[in-house]
């Protein structure tokens, strides 16, 4: 009975030890986690998520940078060095795998159309559909994420009728401006950047709104890089930006500037 009572009298104490340095450790973090110390601001009438709200279009152009940048390296001129083809050679169709094809082409156009459908229908002009509850949100900033990332999928399926509403809807949204104070740039580079250069490049330059819009947003985007290195900001507050007011830009990542210069510039 001895031997059973130290072990227990071992175990408890181990334990009480374990749960003292578990509450040290939770008791440091919410000390120094920036976030955990980090005021929530009061929302107001006119927004949702900003204390300021900013309610005009702004001209990025005329704000002014406060790291410019002293010099520029230009583009390389001349011809551009041939690139070997990358994309698969099929060869000859036969009747069964043409039939096959068209198959696999109107179910993968009916799966596309139903999702259309549904965006249209619960969603339009928001960035996400949700589709149990047949409701919407926004999250990169209420301006039609789902719809701008459809633009090439409508072009590349045919959907012409489909792709001049969407053209008409896009004319309406203001890049200039985010409901959301904090910005993703990664996600809005590739999917808003990238959905409307892409809109443009397929339909062979036709629609120069897309181009546009696609200028309008890159010169919001470009603020986020008027760092002193020079490496975009990811989760950017482009009011305070905006406002002149002090901000952080401890959260630089390579992965975000790497795509953001892939659209910057496009191979010939």
């Known amino acids: 009975m001895g031997f059973f009572l130290r072990r227990l009298f071992v175990a408890l104490v181990a334990a009480t030890f374990l749960i003292l340095a578990y509450r040290q450790f939770t008791l440091r973090v919410d000390r ?28 990025w ?23 070997p083809r990358i994309q698969h050679e099929f060869g000859v169709e036969t009747e069964h795998n043409k039939a096959q094809r068209l198959e696999r082409q109107a179910a ?31 999250t990169l900033g209420n301006r039609g994420a ?19 509403r969407a053209l008409k809807a896009v004319k309406k949204i203001d890049f200039t401006t985010s409901a959301e104070p904090i910005l993703n740039v990664f996600e809005t580079n590739i999917r808003y950047v990238g959905g409307l250069l892409g809109a443009y490049d397929l339909s062979e330059k036709k629609h120069r709104i897309l181009l ?5 947003l890159g010169d919001m985007l470009y603020a986020a890089f008027d760092t002193p290195n020079r490496l975009p900001v990811t989760r950017w507050d482009w009011q305070k930006y ?26 010939s």
Do not use: C
């Open 32 to 59: 120094t986690h920036p976030i955990a110390s980090f005021p929530t601001p009061p929302t107001s009438p006119t927004s949702r998520t900003s204390p300021s709200p900013i309610t005009r279009p702004i001209r």
């Open 242 to 267: 905006v406002l002149n007011l002090p901000r952080s830009s401890r959260s630089t990542l390579m992965e975000t500037q790497s795509p953001a210069t892939r659209r910057a510039t496009r191979p």
């Open 108 to 138: 993968v156009k009916d799966a596309f159309v139903h999702s259309w459908k549904g965006y249209k229908k619960y969603a339009w002009m928001r960035d996400e559909v949700l589709p149990v509850s047949a409701g919407s949100r926004d």
């Open 212 to 216: 546009e819009k696609a200028i309008q």
């Open 146 to 164: 789902t719809l701008i990332d459809s633009l090439d999928t409508l072009l590349i399926m045919g959907l012409d009728d489909e792709f001049a």
């Open 61 to 83: 152009k005329d704000i002014p940078q406060r790291y410019p940048v002293s010099s520029t390296i230009a583009l390389p001129s001349g011809t551009t060095a041939p690139r």
